[in-house]
T-cell receptor, first 114, second 114 residues
């Protein structure tokens, strides 16, 4: 069985400071992991994905995430927050063999303060 | 048009109305999905079509009826809905059978049931 936990429902950062959004997963096999972003009244946009290649994954808009098997974590980071990063972020876990079974986290709402 | 499109973007309907949501993907994918996104709840997978066959129906009430006439189009027919069905309905597509099925989402239809 798989599950995913986003540890913070809300995160606030000041513009120009680092962003850290935390995600822990549980899986009986090596999963695929994704981060999606959802801006208000928009659909979900893929930020990045991990599929058992490099453990440090770079995504769009300066985001990256590191897969840490020992900690069962896949935290999302960005060195410097921009106002346009304010959105909701979803961590997703999926089996590695390409089925359609996405398991979504409950989301983290990121607020960026001027 | 590129990516995944959904129409209408907003829909208000009474409980006795019949309406349909439309999704179209321009990515050459062979799997399509309907999700429901309600406030303060995780995304709920409703239906999955792979190669135009329904492969998943997550205990969705019969007042929601999906239709997939071809690999590029997906509909969700609605009738006698309840106010608790008000939500954002998201469509997604992917290329099933790959190493990792990355899902690409449309912008959603915001449904309000009066």
């Amino acid at each position: 069985a798989q599950s995913v936990t986003q540890l913070d429902s809300h995160v606030s950062v000041s513009e120009g400071t680092p962003v850290l959004l935390r995600c822990n997963y549980s899986s009986s096999y090596s999963p695929s992991l994704f981060w999606y972003v959802q801006h208000p009244n928009k659909g979900l946009q893929l930020l990045l994905k991990y599929t058992s290649a490099a453990t440090l994954v770079k995504g769009i808009n300066g985001f990256e995430a590191e897969f840490k098997k020992s900690e069962t974590s896949f935290h999302l980071t960005k060195p410097s927050a921009h106002m346009s990063d304010a959105a909701e972020y979803f961590c997703v876990v999926s089996p590695p063999w390409g089925t359609y079974k996405y398991i979504f986290g409950t989301g983290t709402r990121l607020k960026v303060l001027a | 048009e590129t990516g995944v499109t959904q129409t209408p973007r907003h829909l208000v309907m009474g409980m006795t109305n019949k309406k349909s949501l439309k999704c179209e993907q321009h990515l050459g994918h062979n799997a399509m999905y309907w999700y429901k996104q309600s406030a303060k709840k995780p995304l709920e997978l409703m239906f999955v079509y792979s190669l135009e066959e329904r492969v998943e129906n997550n205990s969705v009430p019969s007042r929601f009826s999906p239709e997939c006439p071809n690999s590029s189009h997906l509909f969700l027919h609605l009738h006698t809905l309840q106010p608790e069905d008000s939500a954002l309905y998201l469509c997604a597509s992917s290329q099933a059978g790959g190493v990792t099925d990355t899902q690409y989402f449309g912008p959603g239809t915001r449904l309000t049931v009066l």
